[in-house]
């Protein structure tokens, strides 16, 4: 049973664009929550994410896999999901499993947001 408090905030920059802040423990009771979240936004035309880990205090495998499955929905309309804020450990996890090559990762959510808004003008001059 979930001890932490869990809690997603999302904030839509523009048409396209949000960051998601998530809260608290990142687990197996809380990712359909957090898959959730990513679904509607994708479904309503947001598809440039800006997933803020930092106040995730704990990321398993269910919170990795939401994140993939957000991926592949998002590069479907050639958007792009964009961590930031990461701990060292869930890095360690990415690397290991190799999958920190297909998301854009960040320190600050400034970085995040300059890097996503740069890939939009570039896709919308080609």
């Known amino acids: 049973m979930p001890t932490v408090d869990f809690g997603i905030r999302t904030d839509r920059l523009d048409s ?20 959730e979240a990513l679904t ?4 309503r035309g947001w598809y440039h994410l800006v997933v803020n880990l930092g106040k995730v ?7 990795v896999g939401v994140l993939i499955g957000a991926h ?12 930031v804020n990461t701990s060292p450990r869930f890095m360690k996890i ?5 999958l920190a ?7 600050t959510l400034e970085d995040a947001l300059s890097a996503v808004r ?3 003008t ?5």
Request: net charge negative; hydrophobic share 45%.
């Open 16 to 35: 396209h664009t949000a960051v998601v802040n998530i809260e608290g423990d990142l687990d197996l009771y809380r990712a359909p929550e957090f898959a």
């Open 40 to 43: 509607s936004l994708i479904t």
């Open 57 to 63: 205090t704990f990321i398993d495998t269910t919170g």
């Open 72 to 83: 592949k929905r998002v590069k479907e309309w050639d958007g792009s999901i964009t961590v």
């Open 94 to 98: 990415l690397q290991a499993i190799r």
């Open 101 to 107: 090559p297909i998301f854009q990762i960040f320190e």
């Open 118 to 120: 740069a890939d939009e």
């Open 122 to 126: 570039l896709l919308s001059a080609v």
